[in-house]
C-alpha cells in the first residue's frame, strides 16, 4: 500500500476498512498455545522488528503506547492508523527529524506512557537495531522488553523488511522477554538485538510446530500387576508427541538405518547425491570461487561432520570462557535457536552471543561492537566467513556405533577424514564413560589420522555428568536428595543422556525423548506432570530454556550438568592455537583475516 501510488487518504481508508479482518488472528505465547495471548505491556521500551508492525499494533491498541513514525507520505499513512487505534505518534526517523521523535519518545515516557520501537525502521537494514533504542533504554533505567512474533499462516511482502501479513483466522504467536546486558554496565544495542534474537526463535519454533498436523496424545504405561519398577541405571524410553506422528516415524526410520552396514538403497541414492554436491561446493571453495568474507577480526571456528551431539556448543562456551579469561572481548556467532543462545548466554556470561543465520553479518556487528574474537559455534561447513583457525570436533560414538555414511543414510555430514585434512586441530569427544575400551579407540583414531598424514594436534575429551541441581522454585523447595521420576530431553542422542540420568539418579524410571530444538506439544502439560510425579523432571541446560517455560515454577525441575574433562595429551598444544589464533586481533595495525 505504497504512498507513492495511492493518495494518503484514499490508503487510509482502504486500510481502516481492511483492519477488521485483524479480529480473526488467535494471539497465542510460544509457550502454551491453547490458551488466548493478550499481554499488557508495561511501563518500558518495547523493541521489535518493521516486519512485525502489523500484528503488534492491533494486538496492543489502546493501551497507552507511544511509537514512531517517519515524515514521509508513508509514515504519514501509518501515523494516522496508529492513531486511530489509541498510539501516541511520535514523527521522525534516522534519516529526517530523528532528534525531534527521539525527544517525544523520551517525554511521552517520563509522563508515565509505554514506548514501542521499530528498531530496523523505516528502511532497514533489515533486523539490524539502531541506537535509538539503547539511547532511550538509558532513560527506561534499563527497562526494555524484546518482542517476538510469528505466524502460523500469512505472507511476506517484497519489501526490504518481508514486511508479516498473517492470514485470515492464523495463529499469530508473540513473547515479550527482557532485555539484560550481557556484561556489566548499560544496554547496548548488542544485548537488544540478541534478546530479540531469542524471542522470535521462540515464536517461529511455535510456529512451525502449529503447522504440523495434531498429535497424537501420550499413552501412560503402567507395570502390570505384581511387576515392579525397574531399578535399572538407564530408564525406559518412550516417544513424546512433540513432532507430528509422519515425521517422527520417518525420523526413526532413517535413524534406525544408520547402524546398518548397508543402508536402504533410496537412502544411498540420496546421500550420493548429496556427497556430489557437498564435495563440490567445497571444491569451489578450496578454488577460490565462491567468495569468502573476512570479519574484520580473528574468527575461530568450531565445528563437527555429524547432524548433533558431538558438543559443539558446550566447546564454543568454553572457548568463549578461555579468551574472556586472557583478556578477550570474545563473541559467540550462533545460528539462532532459542534454546543454544540461552545455553551460550549462561555458560559464556562474559560473551556476547549473535543469534542469526547470516553469520558474515553477525561477525560484521561484532566486530562494530568492540568484540576482539569471534567464535563461529558449528561452523565448519559455513564457509563464507573467512577463519583463523578450524577447530573440529569428531564424535567418538558415532565412528564407533554407526556406519559412517553420509546423511540421510547416515549422520555424517562429510567425509570426515576429508574434514579432518582441512582442520588445524582435532577433538574427540563423547558421552560414553571413559573406559578402556573407549580409550583404546581414541589411540586407534589418532593411529589412523596420522597413517593419512594429518599431523594437526589431536585432544581427547568426555562429557562426564555432574550431580543433579535445582532449576527452579520446585526443586529449590525440595527437602531432602533430588528424586527425579522423569528425563526429559532433546538433544540429538537421548540414550546417552537417559544413561547417563540413570547412572545419577536411581528415582529415575522413564525417559522421554523430544525432537532437536522443539518443546513439548501443550496438550503434553498433565501427562508429563503425572509421569514426573512429586520428584519431578530430569534435564539438560539446553533443554531447560524449553521445558522450564512448559513445565511451570512448582514442578521440580532439575538440570544435569556436564563438564568436559580432558583425557590424556593433546589439549594444551590445542589450547596454544587458539590463543595465538585469537592474539593477532591485540596487535595494532594488523589487518588479519587468515585464509
Not at 193 to 212: I, T
Not at 496 to 514: D, H
Request: proline share 8%; aromatic share 6%.
Amino acid at each position: 500500500m505504497s504512498a507513492r501510488r495511492i493518495p494518503v487518504g484514499v490508503a487510509v481508508r482502504i486500510l481502516r476498512i481492511a483492519l477488521p479482518l485483524c479480529r480473526t488472528w488467535r494471539f497465542r505465547h510460544p509457550d502454551d498455545p491453547a490458551r488466548p495471548c493478550r499481554p499488557i505491556p508495561a511501563r518500558a521500551v518495547h523493541a521489535c522488528w518493521h516486519e512485525h508492525l502489523l500484528p503488534l499494533a492491533w494486538l496492543f491498541a489502546d493501551q497507552d503506547l507511544a511509537t514512531l513514525a517517519s515524515r514521509d507520505r508513508d509514515g504519514e499513512i501509518v501515523s494516522r492508523i496508529l492513531g486511530r487505534l489509541g498510539y501516541e505518534v511520535a514523527r521522525g526517523s534516522s534519516t529526517r527529524g530523528g532528534e525531534a521523535g527521539f525527544r517525544h519518545l523520551v517525554r511521552s515516557y517520563k509522563e508515565g506512557q509505554g514506548v514501542i520501537l521499530t528498531g530496523d525502521g523505516p528502511r532497514g537494514p533489515r533486523r539490524s537495531f539502531k541506537d535509538g533504542g539503547a539511547r532511550l533504554a538509558t532513560h527506561a533505567r534499563g527497562a526494555v522488553t524484546a518482542v517476538g512474533v510469528a505466524a502460523s499462516a500469512g505472507w511476506r511482502l517484497s519489501t526490504w523488511d518481508r514486511f508479516l501479513i498473517p492470514a485470515p483466522g492464523a495463529t499469530v504467536f508473540v513473547s515479550l522477554g527482557s532485555v539484560r546486558p550481557r556484561r556489566a554496565g548499560p544496554i547496548v544495542t548488542a544485548d537488544i538485538e540478541a534478546a530479540l534474537a531469542r524471542e522470535v526463535a521462540r515464536c517461529e519454533q511455535a510456529a512451525r510446530e502449529a503447522r504440523w498436523a495434531r498429535p497424537p496424545a501420550i499413552v501412560r504405561r503402567r507395570p502390570a500387576r505384581g511387576v515392579r519398577w525397574s531399578a535399572s541405571p538407564q530408564p525406559r524410553r518412550r516417544p513424546v508427541s512433540g513432532a507430528p506422528g509422519l515425521r517422527r516415524a520417518a525420523e526413526r526410520l532413517v535413524r534406525s538405518q544408520w547402524r546398518r552396514t548397508r543402508p536402504s538403497p533410496p537412502l544411498r541414492v540420496v546421500a550420493g547425491a548429496y556427497g556430489l554436491l557437498h564435495d563440490a561446493r567445497h571444491g569451489l571453495y578450496d578454488r577460490g570461487l565462491f567468495r569468502t568474507h573476512a570479519a574484520g577480526l580473528p574468527v575461530i571456528s568450531v565445528g563437527g561432520v555429524t547432524v548433533g551431539g558431538s558438543g559443539k556448543t558446550p566447546v564454543a562456551a568454553l572457548l568463549a570462557r578461555l579468551l574472556a579469561a586472557e583478556g578477550h572481548r570474545p563473541a559467540i556467532l550462533a545460528r539462532g535457536f532459542a534454546d543454544e543462545l540461552e545455553l551460550l548466554a549462561l555458560e559464556a556470561p562474559a560473551a556476547h552471543v549473535w543469534g542469526h543465520p547470516d553469520r558474515v553479518r553477525s561477525a560484521g556487528r561484532a566486530a562494530a561492537e568492540g568484540a576482539t574474537v569471534a567464535i563461529l559455534d558449528d561452523g565448519f561447513q559455513h564457509r563464507r566467513l573467512r577463519r583463523d583457525l578450524n577447530l573440529l570436533l569428531v564424535d567418538r560414538d558415532a565412528l564407533r556405533r554407526t556406519n559412517g555414511a553420509r546423511l540421510p543414510a547416515g549422520p555424517f555430514r562429510e567425509r570426515w577424514t576429508w574434514a579432518a585434512a582441512r582442520a588445524d586441530a582435532i577433538i574427540s569427544t563423547g558421552r560414553e564413560p571413559w573406559t578402556r575400551e573407549v580409550a583404546d579407540f581414541d589411540r586407534r583414531l589418532r593411529a589412523r589420522l596420522r597413517r593419512r598424514g594429518i599431523g594437526t594436534p589431536i585432544a581427547s575429551a568426555v562429557f562426564e555428568a555432574g550431580p543433579p541441581r535445582p532449576s527452579n522454585a520446585g526443586a529449590h523447595a525440595w527437602v531432602g536428595p533430588p528424586a527425579p521420576r522423569l528425563a526429559l530431553t532433546g538433544v540429538m542422542k537421548p540414550n546417552l543422556f537417559f544413561a547417563q540420568a540413570g547412572a545419577r539418579c536411581g528415582s529415575v524410571r522413564e525417559g522421554i525423548p523430544l525432537g532437536d530444538h522443539r518443546a513439548p506439544a501443550p496438550g503434553d502439560r498433565e501427562r508429563l506432570a503425572a509421569a514426573a510425579g512429586r520428584g519431578g523432571v530430569l534435564t539438560t541446560r539446553k533443554d531447560l530454556a524449553r521445558v522450564g517455560p512448559f513445565l511451570g515454577p512448582d514442578l521440580p525441575i532439575w538440570v544435569l550438568p556436564e563438564t568436559l574433562t580432558w583425557k590424556g595429551t593433546g589439549w594444551e598444544e590445542v589450547r596454544g592455537l587458539i590463543l595465538h589464533a585469537a592474539a593477532w586481533g591485540r596487535r595494532a595495525g594488523d589487518p588479519g583475516g587468515g585464509a
